[in-house]
């Protein structure tokens, strides 16, 4: 191979899901923050959905290298699969062995198990990967796992990972009550042209290139013609590309080199590719902060020794605070961790809740894991401050000197309001 010709200690452009190799594009660092965060919450769990290629599967062999201790994990990967042989599957990945189990036994299993380990103090995670395969049967069973929980929780942790087709089917009506579960769902996009070439050099550096240029410059635009920022594409083509110049005795590629490889993989343009599906749009609802021309329902200021840093429109939608810039607000402080929190955004209310950051959030100088938000509350992390400004509370409150004849309607909508937060508080 041309490992010794181009001085690499191992295949840069391997097809395996290799964690080592995973390039954190900012989309990539969020659906990785999006799965972290079933570890800390459990109510319902996360569904992550992208083109063939997109990483996904890369994306969770990353996060199981992470998984704390007390984690227990099941993962599945074969999804052709009836309902009693998937009830089967995850037992097996608990350590049983349920092969001459009925269904309401292999059910009766697996529930007393997951109370089990709830009682040890023991973290259950399912992780289904090619779930656009799940039959509807399946899925039904897969609710009715999420189901389980004690008289504080659920039990069952969630991950459900596929193609755009994985969508589609959850927003068949018959899995009305599924969706509804479902707390986080997100669309790895394809990679731009600046994170294409940022993604083949990471690559490059990790199998022992260092800060050798071993892709001229105007090899990149190239690749991402062909490829269209798909990261499997990507490796094909990069591979046979360095096979390509490692025939004709060079020691880096050229765009020579890439035309050649084209030709070997008999491949079109990107654009010109059948579309197996052309979801490209997130699925979760807008970042709080996007600026569509909706008014804010609040706002949020963050500060420091006093002074205000920054100023951030809160939307419909969450937003993610931490220490890199893939977050929503970035706020470059060694006390802020990765990922720190994340601000929800109803129209109702506002919630704010730690994502397991070392050094956590803090309300009235009590550490806390979610805290439902209220006009002029202050929020500590680390040594920041994120105070709460609520507009709905403002303009409700200039309507009322306003207008007396609106004034029994705005009371009923408090009332229905401060409902609708003392329910979400108790949860």
């Not at 080592?20 to 972290?36: D, I, P, T, V, W």
């Not at 479902?182 to 260092?210: K, P």
Request: hydrophobic letters at 40%.
């Amino acid at each position: 191979m041309y490992l010794e010709a181009f001085k690499l200690k191992e295949l840069p452009f391997r097809l395996s899901p290799d964690p080592q190799f995973l390039y954190l594009s900012k989309q990539h660092a969020r659906a990785k923050a999006y799965m972290e965060s079933t570890i800390w919450f459990t109510d319902g769990f996360v569904v992550i959905t992208g083109e063939i290629g997109s990483g996904k599967t890369t994306l969770i062999e990353s996060f199981l290298k992470e998984v704390p201790a007390d984690v227990v994990v099941a993962q599945i990967n074969q999804t052709q699969v009836s309902a009693i042989d998937f009830l089967q599957a995850v037992l097996v990945q608990f350590g049983f062995s349920p092969f001459k189990m009925r269904k309401a036994e292999l059910i009766s299993t697996l529930n007393n198990f997951l109370i089990e380990q709830y009682a040890a103090g023991r973290r259950v995670l399912l992780i289904v990967d090619e779930a656009q395969n799940l039959k509807m049967r399946v899925l039904e069973e897969i609710r009715m796992l999420s189901g389980v929980e004690t008289t504080k929780e659920k039990v069952l942790r969630i991950i459900l990972a596929g193609q755009p087709e994985l969508s589609e089917k959850l927003d068949n009506p018959q899995l009305q009550q599924l969706t509804q579960r479902v707390r986080l769902r997100f669309h790895l996009q394809t990679l731009s042209q600046s994170e294409t070439r940022a993604y083949i050099q990471h690559r490059l550096e990790v199998a022992g290139a260092g800060d050798r240029a071993l892709f001229a410059e105007d090899t990149f635009p190239e690749i991402y013609r062909y490829c269209g920022g798909v990261p499997r594409l990507i490796n094909t083509l990069c591979d046979t590309a360095m096979m390509a110049a490692f025939t004709a005795d060079r020691d880096s590629v050229t765009r020579e080199d890439i035309a050649s490889a084209v030709e070997e993989l008999q491949w079109v343009d990107f654009a010109h590719r059948p579309r197996q599906n052309a979801a490209e749009a997130d699925r979760l609802p807008p970042p709080a902060n996007a600026t569509d021309g909706r008014p804010a329902l609040a706002r949020l200021l963050v500060a420091t020794d006093g002074r205000t840093v920054q100023e951030v429109p809160l939307r419909t939608g969450r937003v993610i605070v931490g220490r890199t810039p893939d977050n929503d607000v970035h706020i470059d402080s060694r006390f802020i961790s990765r990922h720190h929190c994340q601000v929800v955004t109803t129209t109702h209310s506002c919630v704010i809740e730690d994502l397991n950051s070392t050094n956590g959030i803090f309300v009235k100088s009590n550490r806390v894991r979610r805290h439902l938000l209220n006009d002029g509350d202050v929020v500590l992390i680390g040594k920041h401050e994120l105070i709460y400004i609520d507009e709905r509370s403002n303009r409700a409150r200039n309507t009322l000197m306003d207008t007396q004849p609106g004034l029994q309607a705005l009371r009923e909508e408090d009332v229905e309001d401060d409902d609708e937060a003392e329910a979400a508080e108790t949860r």
